[in-house]
């Protein structure tokens, strides 16, 4: 494919992003664009194409970057790849594709528009690579700078002028697909004592907090969905704090499997060190899961609705104690927990699949609405 619109990562490893961007481009061919999806290099050693159905995803260079030596040999590829394909538009994401794209763009000398997007603030990426972007940001060949939640638009502060003038704020939203299977999957949970988290288990998660909320909490299991470099370290303090028996991991597991352990539990926490615009968030929200989150102001605005109400339960990053009264207090209170339910399912459907796509139409494709109009 020459031209049209591209999606792009820095790696190909399965996770929110690619869903994000196959779910994105598949919306956006529907109304008949021209799209695909690259990433400069693969995960690991690996060339898959997804197990989704989509277009497999072209990569720039067939191998990892060994360090920063590897790092011109990437762009002059970079640069190869722009001068063969001219796209109309980049979307990028993850950092180093945020800033190598505008510096190849730029050396190519083609005329596509670049559009940096940021899934998490800012102040989680790597100093030096975030110190680059400043300057990427504010080259003419960025048409607009993406943010999936205000709050992550507000992490760009403290860029310069000409960075932040580019700012603009998409939500992000589940596939249709996803909106669908959720709202036909028939609820197996309703017995007041089943939490669920979903998330890969890192450190970013948050998830030694719950194990130790877990110790506080009585009777009540957790399940955990998801795997990841920290599932042995997880199941050894589960183990110390007396709570294995109350608390499965399921490793990883496809989508509709998570679903699945989503829709037979009472209650939804995540309590993360930093996000974006969780996507498993919005899917408990559907659920109409009550929601207990970490007092993170991108977590803050994730369960906050249109009118400003909060929707779920805020609870402090680094004290098990709160945690595990917040967990009780809605476990053990059919009241409470059915308003929260009720909130969360309308903050569930208020984000909306179709809203997402229609924001990057206007942004993307000259005459299909008022691209200024979709900022922060």
């Known amino acids: 494919m020459t031209g049209g619109i591209w999606f792009a990562t820095t790696h190909s490893a399965a996770g929110g992003l690619r869903e994000l961007w196959n779910d ?3 919306g956006l061919a529907a109304r008949g664009h021209d799209v695909g999806c690259f990433a400069l290099y693969p995960a690991e050693s ?5 197990d989704d159905g989509t277009r497999p995803w072209e990569h720039v260079v067939p191998w990892r970057p060994a360090g920063g030596r590897d790092l011109p040999r990437l ?4 640069v190869g790849w722009l001068r063969r394909q001219r796209p109309a538009a980049v979307v990028t994401a993850m950092p180093l594709a945020n800033v190598l794209m505008p510096v190849a763009v730029t050396l190519a000398r083609v005329s596509t528009r670049v559009y940096p997007s940021h899934h998490s603030p800012t102040d989680t990426d790597h100093a030096g690579i975030d110190r680059i ?5 504010c080259l ?3 048409a607009s700078v993406i943010s999936v939640s205000d709050a992550v638009g507000a992490s760009l502060a403290g860029k310069p002028g000409w960075h932040r003038a580019k700012r603009r704020t998409i939500h ?3 596939p249709v697909g996803v909106e669908r299977a959720i709202d036909a999957a028939p609820r197996t949970g309703g017995d007041g004592h089943h939490v669920v988290a979903v998330g890969r288990l890192t450190a970013q998660k948050n998830y030694p907090l719950l194990l130790r909320a877990m110790a506080l909490v009585g009777q009540a299991t957790l399940t955990i969905v998801g795997g990841g470099e920290d599932e042995a370290m997880l199941r050894a303090l589960a183990d110390r704090e007396g709570v294995a028996d109350r608390v499965h991991f399921t490793g990883q ?6 679903l699945v352990h989503a829709a037979a539990a009472d209650l939804f926490v995540q309590v993360s060190l930093f996000e974006g615009h969780s ?10 899961l009550p929601l207990i989150v970490s007092d993170i102001p991108v977590q803050v605005e994730g369960i906050t609705d249109a009118a400003g109400t909060r929707c779920g339960v805020i609870v402090p990053l680094d004290d098990s104690t709160a945690l595990a009264a917040a967990i009780t207090r809605v476990l053990d209170d059919p009241v409470l927990r059915a308003d929260l339910a009720a909130k969360a399912s309308t903050l569930g459907h208020a984000a909306s699949n179709r809203a997402m796509i229609d924001a990057y139409e206007a942004l993307l494709v000259p005459g299909h609405g008022l691209a200024d109009g979709q900022g922060a």
Do not use: K, Y
Request: charged fraction near 20%; hydrophobic fraction near 50%.
């Open 133 to 137: 972007d400043d300057w990427t940001g």
């Open 279 to 288: 996507l498993a968030l919005i899917e408990a929200a559907r659920f109409g």
């Open 75 to 78: 762009l002059f590829a970079l």
């Open 172 to 174: 992000n939203a589940l």
């Open 140 to 142: 003419p060949c960025v």
């Open 46 to 50: 690996c060339l898959e194409a997804p």
């Open 24 to 26: 994105v481009s598949q």
């Open 253 to 258: 597991v496809t989508r509709g499997e998570a």
